[in-house]
């Protein structure tokens, strides 16, 4: 132990004078690591009693007041355990749960000694009176129990486990008297669910590792203490069955309560106890047949069966038990262990137990309905069912004259599916194919498309047209190749396998399966073709509308991988995308319906319409990239010129009375940069018809604008002929539209556009340009805020340096913003504050920052984002701690939250050293004056500084 200076009475003196309030003892207690100091404070009176809890009866919340003191002597304990526990063991807890929790920590860094006192004295009352044991104490009573059991302890083991995963029956009223599943008792344990399962395994590897079979008979014990709790306790082994099928892990197991949990924890130790010693065998099967409930005998059995080899006696044993043969409760684990130990009987045994099969089940098996029936025949076929279901079981062994009987009783009762569960459960996920992939891969291709030409479910519950589909879809995705020809027959078969082969095919594509391109285009073209003369009358059926998608998916694919090299079938891909922009979908009548929930824009990429002219765009895009590759100048000049039937689309389309579809004005509206780019007159001719000014199209202009505004940066092509929109959405500003929801808000999207454009220099007279102005007056405080946010939110994001024109440009805008906020009578403090994101940002100069930052901290202005700010004022505080320790000032006599400047320690405490050491004689004094107030606010930290 090291030399510790021991306190004086002085000390003591001036100590006990200065913590008399509790932040002060709080950071005298959490600083001190001086063991000499606990005798003295002892005599002074500390340590003997815990702060008491404080209870708020009408909301029903108990406070625990943090005790220092107790955090301190957990600190102590390794230099002095044997003081500290009988500082414990006397002090009056009070009900302080904290200070159980320092216990339970410190019970196992104790000599034993003193962790036995600590237990009977403290930990074990405590645990048996709360209702759930702290999450953050588990952890703790785990190390507790592996130190007690290590030192030999096992009693105080086992009585700290089993208060641990103790319960209790919590009564139920309104139980109904006949529903087997309600019960009269709720169990209640000390820990959550997951808790009490992760910790049975936990501390089962404990005693695992020591050697000790106690937890195990100890868990058994408690499995059987449960069952008794159950509703109708003669009937809880049937409860235990219906929740526990199997014993092992399965997928038929409930996990419905901690029997559950118990049950497989007993499961996992036995089997770990006998791998490693198989002496254990016998000792844990007689503790399991010694509470004679079917669990246990279902244990045994699967330990059994688990370790048949080592054990062929016990097989014998067990398998010829005839009561376990009939029990229906026992069937599962007797099943398999049938299964698997048949062979391992002698002739004479194995005939045993098929003569046992020949008689039947005995009259105990049989429930009292089925011993009183009259139906002859019904009990002759429930013989018959109990009878194949035990030979599928051996069938395998079974001499020729038996393998006919059971042919007969396979033919006679069906081939039981799982005859080792009395009753199997089966969750339909999804939808129920009437054939596998294998099956359907290995017919013939006659056989396949005979089939799903005629092919009717008979319960869509069980085998649906879907599920076929889906399958169908699968094989297509693995090997495309093989079912290209599936596309020659688009007419015979139904939309939903049409769409199922198209969407497999393309998924083909994505997966990089080898396709020819070729092959599908000319397929696809005939289906488009197909589909297109006889739109009307497919009744707006889905799957016909996921073929069209998915042949313009594919198409767009090609197209975003420039792959020119199917451009011999240029010809091909705009005739069936030109075809597809006619498309009925969507229908004036079913757009308005789905434009309730979504907006125009995401409308426009579910409809086959709105799709066609995404992909129309993209063809466009498409072909000019190749003639910029191979440098075709006349083409690229032409613009839409060279392709009069597209541009022919492109207008009609514009006319409302010709196309109504909100969705597909949307994509205009999206994708007007990009037609800037390709035609530039025609996009300057038609602007006002993809975003007209008239009131009786407002909405179509609200679906373009939002589209452009959402998805594009403010481009210099797209505003020369988007200025008067822009004025015309300023005006909007705050309206809102019937189209709704929306896909963002494009008043900030518009303030981000503005933004762009200013410090782009794209706004002609800078900060007296009319739009700037316009929209400082119109819009509110939060959107202003937004603008400024948004500004320094692309500064932090710029990684290189920025231009210096545009700095100069976005401080005159600072500057410029400070003296409106200045002249109002409530400046917007949001506004302001948000400057704090240029501030941080690092991209100004560091003294001119400074200067701008300080000009922004008006009265009561914040500071956003905090932790930036601050991080950019420490950083600066060493070369500049006059101008910092001026701005940290400012935020902390205007009153911030004391959890800011708890989050702010280390930066306060950086600024206020350098303004100290570094700073003018004003702003020295400034600094110690922060330290005081500071203080006043319990925030004594900073109190060394003073010495400086």
């Known amino acids: 132990m090291p030399s510790w200076p021991k306190p004086t009475n002085e000390q003591i003196d001036k100590m006990t004078s200065l913590i008399a309030h509790p932040a002060q003892r709080r950071y005298f207690f959490d600083n001190l690591g001086n063991p000499e100091w606990i005798e ?449 027959h688009y007419k015979t078969l139904k939309p939903v396998f049409l769409r199922a082969i198209v969407s497999g095919l393309y998924n083909a594509c994505k997966q990089h399966n080898d396709v020819k391109k070729s092959d599908l285009l000319d397929a696809f073209s005939g289906i488009v073709s197909w589909l297109s003369r006889d739109s009307q009358s497919q009744d707006n059926n889905s799957d016909w509308r996921h073929v069209k998608m998915r042949i313009l998916e594919y198409i767009d694919t090609i197209m975003q991988k420039n792959d020119h090299s199917v451009f011999e079938y240029d010809t091909l891909v705009k005739k069936m995308i030109i075809l597809l922009t006619d498309d009925i979908d969507p229908e004036p009548e079913n757009e308005t319906y789905h434009l309730s929930s979504m907006d125009p824009f995401n409308r426009a990429l579910n409809v086959v319409r709105g799709q066609a002219f995404h992909s129309l765009i993209r063809y466009l895009l498409w072909k000019r990239r190749y003639f910029e590759q191979h440098n075709m100048l006349k083409e690229l000049d032409s613009g839409l010129k060279i392709m009069p039937d597209i541009q022919s689309i492109l207008d009609k389309h514009l006319d409302v009375e010709k196309d109504p579809s909100f969705a597909v004005r949307s994509v205009y509206g999206h994708f007007f940069p990009w037609l800037v780019k390709i035609d530039k007159d025609w996009s300057a001719t038609n602007v006002d018809r993809i975003f007209p000014d008239s009131d009786e199209l407002k909405e179509y202009f609200y679906a373009a604008w939002s589209a452009y505004i959402s998805f594009n940066l403010a481009y210099k092509g797209s505003f020369v002929l988007l200025e008067e929109k822009y004025h015309k959405a300023i005006n909007l500003i705050g309206t809102e539209s019937n189209l709704k929801p929306r896909i963002s808000n494009p008043d900030e999207k518009l303030a981000e556009h503005l933004m762009q454009l200013f410090w782009q220099g794209n706004l002609a007279d800078d900060l007296k340009n009319p739009l700037l102005i316009k929209f400082w007056q119109k819009a509110d405080d939060d959107l202003k805020a937004y603008a400024i946010q948004y500004v320094g939110i692309s500064l932090q994001r710029t990684k290189t340096e920025a231009d210096q024109a545009i700095l100069g440009r976005l401080l005159d805008l600072w500057e410029y913003r400070i003296k409106i906020n200045k002249k109002e009578n409530e400046p917007n403090i949001k506004e302001l504050s948000n400057f704090g994101h240029w501030f941080s940002s690092g991209k100004f100069g560091a003294e001119k920052s400074l200067e701008m930052y300080r000009k922004s901290l008006l009265s009561r202005v914040g500071t956003t984002p905090q932790m930036k700010v601050m991080d950019r004022l420490a950083e600066l505080s060493s070369d500049y701690s006059d101008q910092t320790i001026l701005c940290l000032d400012h935020l902390i006599q205007k009153g911030v939250a004391p959890m800011l400047i708890h989050y702010w320690k280390d930066h306060i405490r950086t600024i206020i050293e350098n303004a100290i050491t570094h700073g003018k004689t004003e702003n020295k004094d400034r600094a110690k004056n922060l330290v005081h107030l500071l203080g006043k606010q319990q925030f004594f930290q900073f109190r060394d500084l003073l010495l400086l």
């Open 40 to 488: 003295p404070l002892y005599k002074r009176g500390f340590f003997k009693f815990a702060p008491k809890v404080i209870k708020n009866q009408p909301i029903n919340i108990i406070q625990n007041p943090p005790f220092p003191e107790s955090k301190y002597l957990k600190r102590m304990v390794n230099y002095c355990p044997e003081q500290v526990s009988e500082i414990y063991l006397a002090m009056e807890i009070q009900e302080n749960t904290l200070v159980y929790l320092d216990i339970v920590e410190i019970a196992s860094s104790v000599p034993l000694k003193y962790s036995i006192k600590l237990i009977d004295g403290h930990i074990l009352s405590w645990l048996k009176s709360v209702n759930q044991i702290p999450f953050s104490c588990l952890d703790n009573l785990l190390r507790l129990v592996e130190y007690l059991l290590k030192e030999q302890n096992e009693k105080y083991a086992l009585l700290l486990v089993k208060i641990i995963f103790s319960f209790q029956a919590i009564p139920q009223p309104g139980g109904l008297e006949n529903d087997f599943y309600t019960d009269d008792h709720k169990i209640q344990t000390k820990l959550q669910p997951y808790e009490y399962e992760t910790y049975l395994f936990q501390i089962g590897d404990i005693f695992i590792e020591q050697k000790s079979t106690s937890f195990l008979n100890y868990l058994i014990d408690l499995l059987h203490g449960v069952l008794n709790y159950y509703r109708d306790n003669k009937n809880s082994h049937v409860w235990t069955n219906l929740s526990r099928p199997a014993i092992e892990k399965h997928n038929q197991n409930l996990h419905i309560d901690i029997a559950d949990f118990i049950i497989s924890a007993i499961r996992d130790i036995a089997e770990k106890f006998i791998s490693d010693d198989k002496t254990y065998f016998t000792q844990i099967s007689i503790k399991l047949f010694d509470k004679k409930r079917p669990i246990f005998y279902r244990i045994a059995l699967h330990l059994t069966r688990k370790f048949q080899n080592i054990f062929p006696g016990q097989v014998k044993t067990m398998l010829l038990n005839r009561s376990f043969l009939n029990s229906t409760e026992l069937r599962h684990e007797y099943g398999l262990l049938l299964k698997e130990g048949f062979s391992l009987l002698d002739k004479a045994d194995q005939n045993t137990i098929l003569a046992w099969i020949e008689e039947g089940p005995t009259s105990e098996s049989l429930s009292e309905e089925d011993q009183d029936t009259t139906d002859k025949d019904m009990v002759i076929r429930y013989k018959k069912n109990w009878q194949v279901q035990y030979l599928s079981f051996i069938h395998r062994y079974l001499a020729p004259e038996w393998q006919t009987r059971y042919k007969e009783l396979v033919e006679d009762m069906g081939r039981p599916k799982h005859p080792e569960f009395p009753v199997y459960t089966k969750t339909i996920r999804g939808y129920t194919s009437p054939k596998s992939s294998e099956e359907l891969a290995g017919m013939e291709q006659g056989e396949l498309l005979d089939y799903l030409v005629k092919w009717k479910s008979q319960n869509e519950y069980k085998e649906s047209t879907e599920g076929l589909a889906r399958t169908l879809q699968g094989i297509l995705t693995e090997n495309p190749d093989k079912y290209l020809w599936l596309l020659d």
